[in-house]
């Protein structure tokens, strides 16, 4: 095993730095979930976190970690819009102007979000434009730091302080399973996962037409995916894994198992009629790979990240649609 | 001012019966509602609370209560749903037999909750049957004991260790806005409030058409409503105020304010936009009167209570209808 680019003290460090600002937000169970799968399951709702997902942790944490001089000038970041919802109000708390690079048909609660905030929003076409090379432009040219959505040690140290938060509060979990996108929240959520837990077994969860850390954890090195995948689980849809998450993911992560958007429409509805919570499509994959009987035994108490809710009403509608009056594991 | 029937020493009790069994609720806040707001606002967020409302802390604590021989022949409680669901859940954790009492129109999801723990169900007609009768009936037949949705010192002094928690965490909370249907909540609520911080200020929220305790409190007794109400918020629709909540509320609320079904429905739209959670339309009231301008001033640090989730899929849609893109109160 090669030396990985993050340590638990770092998850730690983070941790104290967001002491007092993020929600420590709860872990739910139920029993209806309880007999949908036959063991004990806990929730971690980072939809119920400021800015609506676990991604205000990492920004604030990497924002509030620049030299006050950087600070002053700005930040900006990009993302298919959580990652820049959380990046605009840890500006906000901090009292310094933000930019956030986001699609042109990002959700619109998220866009409001972002509105309300005073972020300065420049918006990119998913599928044509290069949404790197955008932000490193702005940010040259008006001085701004960038806080990556993913690819940076203190993104991914604050990511996993939602699984420390979970992990302390219930030290009986066995199995840990969390979305995975740019792969930051698994990268921190492993890290100290293997830390107070070293048994522990990490398991990413990836939309199927989205597997790109499962396929690179294969090949044995990052693949990239022809095309942007095609998949309601928005906040999901790279087409490779970012660097830094990749190296501690191809490491410590135990598997990285799939689901597809009906398994993730039928998690969306469950978490509503069960969890009384909202899921966005990216932040029930891994409450998706539980129910859907993804999750390889041994079945144990398992904990698990739901890591957003920015879906628009009207979307969450469509979403639902085929599944209102679900009965499959409609039980309690 | 008589003798309260409850003290704040018997909220202080429920809270050490319920340590580490109900949940330590989250009180959600967000840019979105100071926005709307021009205030802080807490949201006590007890639709997450397990069974999915309030009403488990004061049928657990009742229930425990109980002298071991009665609490092993059983427990029998009548509700809209949320009482029952309660009471099934606090049976089954102390491991005794339960029967509630639902109407037959209850939603779904409450009645799958009930089934799924066990609990004997017996339905009667809302409009038609003498609940209380029926409920009395067959504790009698059966030598149950007989748990009251809000009627009892047990249940008040649970549902009141809610307030107990969100004035603990949020000291500075100067007005307290709480929903009123049987008047457990709103009694218990008051009575720990006064205790923690004697000037503040503690408001009722009820449906218009089940002003019931309003109108009471202007009569200065209680009246009775001429027909159940007509309102969305099945959980309120009640006819008079029930005996002991009423000694308390009666002195210790501030005042009543109502709420037109319009004003619960877009409280749900923005619980489920701002703040991730599902909100029932009774569960909505509080968040209602906040966002309608109901409460007067001051508009100093307010804390609520967001009492119930428990709302089936296809009704939250069809109430939502109206307010898919609602953006009066939709900023952040």
């Keep these: 095993m090669s030396a990985l680019p993050l340590t638990a003290q770092d998850v730690r460090a983070a941790a104290a730095s967001l002491h007092g600002v993020a929600m420590a937000t709860p872990a739910l169970t139920s029993v209806a979930l309880r007999e949908a799968t036959g063991y004990r399951v806990f929730c971690k709702t980072e939809s119920l976190q400021l800015s609506g997902s676990f991604k205000f942790r990492g920004a604030y944490h990497h924002a509030s970690s620049l030299p006050e001089d950087q600070l002053a000038r700005g930040v900006i970041g990009a993302s298919s819009g959580n990652h820049a919802h959380a990046l605009a109000l840890a500006a906000r708390l901090l009292g310094i102007p933000a930019t956030v690079v986001i699609p042109d048909d990002a959700p619109a609660v998220k866009v409001e979000g ?149 398994e993730i429409r039928e998690a969306m509805v469950f978490a509503f009629r069960h969890l009384k919570i909202v899921a966005e499509p990216s932040g029930a994959v891994a409450l998706a790979a539980v129910l859907s009987g993804r999750i390889p035994p041994p079945h144990d108490t398992t904990g698990l990240v739901i890591s957003g809710g920015g879906v628009d009403l009207a979307r969450f509608q469509t979403l639902a649609a085929p599944f209102p009056e679900q009965r499959s594991h409609a039980h309690a």
Tied chains: 1, 2.
């Design 114 to 262: 972002i509105n309300a905030l005073g972020a300065r929003i420049v918006t990119y076409q998913r599928r044509d434009q290069d949404r790197d090379a955008l932000v490193n432009e702005l940010a040259q040219e008006r001085g701004l730091s960038v806080i990556p959505s993913a690819n940076s040690l203190h993104v991914m140290a604050g990511a996993g302080t939602a699984a420390l938060e979970l992990l302390t509060g219930h030290p009986d979990i066995a199995t840990l399973v969390v979305p995975l996108g740019g792969g930051g929240l698994a990268a921190g959520s492993a890290v100290i996962a293997h830390d107070l837990h070293p048994g522990i077994r990490v398991i990413g969860v990836e939309p199927l037409t989205g597997a790109d850390t499962q396929l690179s954890l294969r090949a044995g090195r990052r693949v990239r995916l022809p095309a942007v995948p095609v998949t309601i689980a928005d906040g999901l849809g790279h087409t490779t894994p970012a660097e830094l998450p990749w190296q501690v993911n191809s490491q410590l992560l135990d598997e990285v198992v799939t689901v597809t958007d009906d």
